[in-house]
């Protein structure tokens, strides 16, 4: 199906470019029920318009604000990308954003020595580009995840467990499964290497998991997951009464099913 085009029209009588939205016959910029939500966040906009970027390595954001104008006088969207070799390739971070800044996260965005960003503005005829000079951004250890078991959750005495791990990183994506090592630490130590570690035969007690990621620049990440095994329990109950014939409700759960008998 055909992308309906917005029916808004500048002052000079072009027609916008920009795609309808659904249900209406104007884009975002234009649509008419939401002038009170693009005026508060032209409001709130230009309140901040005076900021410069700003990267905070240990929060690990990158503040950044910029200025714009339309001759007329449309509202104006942005989309802000990043690259990290330089300008060659580039990684959308925010889209149809109308706010003139924004605080980004670099959590996820790939380390380099030859970062940039841009600012794509587009009043849904015509679209400008600014693009930043070229800034260092510190690469990131990696992110291992755990699962398998939930913290602190409580697991029967006997069963069955095996964890499961991963790790993310920004520069090098999934890692593989050689770069993974678990310690598991409590009443029954385990220690391995890989995706999965099973564990068998814990005895009861309190246990923390770490899982352990190594990327390619030697930089590692941790995860910790702490669950407990509970102590084996025999609950109360009348004794069965040795009368020849298993029929006693003593009996009952051994999976007998019925009376026996017993052969002298």
């Given at each position: 199906m055909a992308t309906r085009r917005c029916t808004a029209k500048s002052k000079s009588g072009k027609r916008c470019k920009a795609a309808a939205i659904q249900g209406s016959d104007y884009c975002f910029a234009h649509e008419p029920t939401l002038a009170a939500k693009r005026a508060e966040w032209r409001r709130k906009?230009?309140?901040?318009?005076?900021?410069?970027?700003?990267?905070?390595?240990?929060?690990?954001?990158?503040?950044?604000?910029?200025?714009?104008?339309?001759?007329?006088?449309?509202?104006?969207?942005?989309?802000?990308?990043?690259?990290?070799?330089?300008?060659?390739t580039w990684h959308t971070v925010l889209f149809q954003y109308?706010?003139?800044?924004?605080?980004?996260?670099?959590?996820?965005l790939p380390g380099s020595t030859s970062a940039r960003l841009r600012v794509l503005a587009t009043d849904g005829?015509?679209?400008?580009?600014?693009?930043?000079?070229?800034?260092?951004?510190?690469?990131?250890?990696?992110?291992?995840?755990i699962g398998g078991v939930n913290e602190g959750e409580r697991l029967a005495f006997g069963q069955r467990v095996d964890l499961q791990g991963l790790a993310l990183d920004a520069e090098e994506g999934s890692l593989p499964d050689s770069?993974?090592?678990?310690?598991?630490?409590?009443?029954?130590?385990v220690t391995g290497s890989g995706s999965l570690l099973p564990l068998p035969d814990l005895s009861p007690g309190p246990y923390t998991a770490t899982l352990s990621a190594t990327d390619g620049d030697e930089q590692v990440g941790t995860a910790t997951r702490q669950f407990e095994v509970s102590a084996l329990t025999v609950p109360d109950a009348a004794a069965p009464v040795l009368d020849g014939t298993c029929s006693d409700a003593g009996y009952a759960d051994s999976g007998g099913g019925g009376t026996h008998d017993v052969v002298e």
């Open positions: 906009g230009g309140q901040q318009s005076g900021r410069r970027a700003v990267l905070d390595e240990a929060a690990q954001t990158l503040d950044l604000s910029w200025s714009s104008d339309d001759a007329d006088d449309d509202l104006l969207i942005f989309v802000v990308q990043y690259s990290a070799d330089d300008g060659a109308p706010w003139l800044d924004a605080r980004i996260s670099t959590r996820l005829a015509n679209t400008t580009i600014a693009t930043s000079d070229p800034f260092t951004l510190a690469k990131h250890a990696p992110e291992p995840q770069s993974l090592s678990w310690t598991v630490s409590g009443p029954s130590p």
